[in-house]
């Protein structure tokens, strides 16, 4: 199993000005790492695998939750309230989970091919996503 390190840098931007910058290190063992988000609330890290997300507690080691029923996750990403998690999977769904509890509320379908990206937009209303 790879151990990975992940530096997060943490920046507060109001206008141009840089109001504080913290460095985060987190440490966790996370076997073949494909994707990571951080929570918009800095309280989650998600990070992905071929196999599933786990839910990390930021600034520790411990595991929020393991989110399965997901293959080939290409991208992860918070919702701007941080109330969900969407995945872009391989096998060209996106699934949406609840957080912090990890229930699957929808899986959405219609791409042909893998989703490689996906980003909440509109205040979390519409929920944009690229693939094949």
């Keep these: 199993m790879k151990k990975l390190t992940v530096p997060l840098a ?4 109001m206008s141009t ?6 460095l985060l290190k987190a440490t966790v063992k996370i076997k073949s790492p494909v994707a990571l988000a ?3 609330d800095n309280k989650y890290l998600a990070v992905s695998t071929s196999s599933e997300v786990q839910i990390l507690n930021a600034g520790s080691d411990t595991k929020a939750t393991t989110l399965s029923g997901s293959r080939a996750v290409n991208g992860i990403v918070f919702s701007t309230d941080n109330s969900t998690l969407a995945a872009a999977s391989g096998d060209g769904t996106i699934k949406l989970w609840t957080i912090p509890d990890g229930k699957l509320v929808s899986t ?4 042909v091919g893998a989703v490689q ?5 509109n205040g979390d209303k519409n929920l944009v996503s690229i693939g094949r």
Excluded at 10 to 13: C, E
Excluded at 117 to 121: G, I, N, Y
Aim: neutral net charge; glycine residues 10%; proline residues 0%.
């Design 17 to 22: 000005e840089l109001l504080s910058q913290d």
């Design 10 to 13: 943490l920046l507060t931007l």
């Design 38 to 40: 951080y929570s918009g």
């Design 108 to 111: 959405l379908k219609g791409h």
């Design 117 to 121: 990206a996906l980003r909440f937009t």
